[in-house]
Nanobody, 124 residues
């Protein structure tokens, strides 16, 4: 079993940046695709971005393309989400997740492991 812990969330002004981390323990995650999802109060959990096991392929939701960058360091068993040009619509709890699928899925039900989430709040 693998445990995931997100960190790096907080309060930031519109236009600012945050870098989230996803630290894995229990087993290596180098064979998994890694995704980031977010959930605002009263809303469904939505796909943000995903990265392939070796980091060679990425996928982004249209709402964050050009502003967010996903990366991973398998030697550290850690994934990252760099968020730039943040706006209040980005306010949500952000979750890291792992999938055994090959094709960078965007559906919540294709991910097998989840972190507890970290709060990102963007003020206007």
């Amino acid at each position: 079993q693998v445990q995931l812990v997100e960190s790096g969330g907080g309060l930031v002004q519109a236009g600012g940046s945050l870098r989230l981390s996803c630290a894995a323990s229990g087993r290596t995650v180098s064979s998994f695709s890694m995704g980031w999802f977010r959930q605002a109060p009263g809303k469904e959990r939505e796909f943000v971005t995903a990265i392939s096991p070796r980091g060679s392929r990425t996928r982004y939701a249209d709402s964050v393309k050009g502003r967010f960058t996903i990366s991973r360091d398998n030697a550290k068993n850690t994934g990252y989400l760099q968020m730039n040009s943040l706006n209040p619509e980005d306010t949500a709890v952000y979750y890291c997740a792992l999938s055994g699928a090959w094709m960078l899925p965007t559906s919540v039900d294709r991910y097998d492991y989840w972190g507890q989430g970290t709060q990102v709040t963007v003020s206007s």
